[in-house]
DNA sequence: ATGGGTGCAAATAGTTTGCACTGAC
DNA sequence: GTCAGTGCAAACTATTTGCACCCAT
């Protein structure tokens, strides 16, 4: 039901090689050309197009997660939608209209992560972070 | 493939009216007594033995969800797993090791929402954060 | 020749839906 | 009697897996 590990938010050091191939280049075409992202079928139905298998998608996805190239957001129904980053480690704000995904970088959590492992008693070694709202355009509407 | 709305971080107001019927509050109860969560599928399991159906299941933590009664945070595999909430706009804490998930409630992020506005052009209305990291009994083996 | 990657098809698992019925206002 | 909620079974969607093959080291 659950399986071995990934998922961690910090930078997990990638253990095994994690190759650039073709496919992989290709799904991040795909996925930077979505404003909003793309849930992992959707992503898959639009590279079947391109001779893409829709198990390497899945695969793929999940490697670009761990290299940090690919983060995801959830969608107003709670789906995981999957955008390409520009740079590692990037938080995302969401518009709630057009489901637009914005980076950002500074998070300034760390004094919260102070505030809360005083609190709690726990070490904090990562975060996900999505901000939601509704972007200018969506606004001038 | 993605349904109506909700996902909501904010307290959406309840347009709908939604009760906290028996089964409801047994959910709350099983989910209550898992310091890890639940994912939808072993919380269905688990109340199948209550005599209370799957699509029940499914169907009431949303509600639940919209009320604020429960939130979900993600396990090592990318899987929602359900916690039920004692404040009503928590964030919650997770431990790497353990999976167990405390609640806090300051998240001090206005500071940081009000950068990202001016930075981007985006009015923030809400969030989601999950912290992660090592409970201190995890710690302590 | 080793190990990561790939495509396909099949197998699983997860989630939603229609329907008839119940219980509280 | 209305409307949210429920259980069941069936439908459907999403995700993973086994296997043979490929390519770069």
Redesign the interface.
Known sequence: ??????????ADVCTAEVRLTPQRKRILEVLRSSPSGL?L??AALSLAQDGIGQATVYRAVKALRRRGLVAYV???????RFVALSNTHAHL?V??MCHKA?E?K????S???K???F??????????????????QC?SK
């Open positions: 039901m659950v399986e071995q590990a990934p998922e961690s938010v910090l849930t079928p959707e959830h969608g107003p129904a709670g789906e995981h704000v518009c709630r914005v950002f500074e998070c300034g959590l004094t919260l992560e505030l809360v492992e609190q709690t008693g726990f070490v904090v070694e990562g975060h996900h972070l999505e901000l939601f709202g509704r972007c200018s606004r």
